[in-house]
């Protein structure tokens, strides 16, 4: 009895210490299979010194771009800066000690993808399960605040200097291209700061570079009234188009009127329409061209001549011309608007 007992209790244990290790196995792997991370990022990086995101994709790379549009997300500001100038400054910058294209890139979720050090940002945890990849990337607050508030700081200089050459230009389109200049740089800076802010998770009352922003846009206010613009319209201008330039223009700082005695800028536009035969019966086709010359009337000196053409089909002649305007109009609002910003900013170089 006293044997059997001995290899029943022996047995007994056995199967107890099987089973327990069956269930660490198995909680081992579910911990394996399931990082705390995935769920909690602020256990393993306190939310107090880092700032994460989570993403996920089919591969690795997805999952990475992911995890960084997310932690984007999380602290874009919104942009007051206009893309396209923001871009050229960006641009101009490129060749500069500077990490202002990686920092601007959170202003446009449209370099995110394609831009791994942005910001900072640091791959901190990777994870596989099933096909899916998941990732944990961030970035250490008070470190990226610093490169935040170097960046500004350069900025600063640069908007001081615009600001001074702009003081002693005695060019009216001189003087408004430099703080034209100026309000996109403090702009981009009024954006670094909010996100600055939201790094550090802390709120201010007063943002120096909001009251910079409006101080220049006073400034240009002040000099549009010198800013003045006589628009020349050539015979058969489609009003749409008028009204297409006009608002370029005003959205640039410009005053436009038709009973301007000293305008700063002599503008003369002109649309043709011509037929054109491509060899089919079932449509109309229209050649039209749109031509610009701007002429700086303080300097005596010609801006570059804009032109644009295209063609345009339709079921009837109506209806091919009046597409034609159409499409005008849209080189009016894009690339003539980036035309005169591009003949601006060639005035301060």
Known sequence: MKTTFTTFASSRWLSLALLFVIMMTAVSCSTTRTPGWLSSPGEAYPENQYLTAVGSGSSLQAAQNNAIGNLARIFRADVRADQTLVDDYIETMRNEDVDLERITSLISTTRIESNMEMLNVQVYETHQDN????????????????????EISNN??????????????????????LLRSALVVSEVNENLSRQRDQILNRSVQY???????????????????????????????PRELDGALKTVFQDM????????????????????????????????????????DITDTQTRTDFRQFFHEGRTGAASDDQATRRSARDARDVIERPFRSFVDQQMRSLIN
Do not use: C
């Open 131 to 150: 096909g899916t990849y998941y990732v944990l990337a961030g970035f250490e607050r008070l470190r990226t605040s610093t490169i935040y508030s170097r």
């Open 253 to 292: 700082g410009f005053r436009l009127g038709e009973s301007v005695t000293d305008p700063l800028l002599e503008v003369h536009a002109q649309f043709i329409v011509e037929d054109t035969d491509l060899g089919r019966d079932d449509a109309v086709f229209k050649h039209w061209s749109v031509i610009i």
């Open 156 to 177: 600063e200089m640069q908007i001081s200097e615009l600001r001074s050459r702009a003081s002693g230009e005695e060019s009216v389109i001189r003087k408004m291209s």
């Open 207 to 237: 943002n120096p570079e909001v009251e910079q922003r409006l101080a220049i846009e006073r400034e240009i206010e002040e000099l549009s009234r010198q800013a003045t613009i006589r628009l020349r319209m050539a015979d058969g201008f």
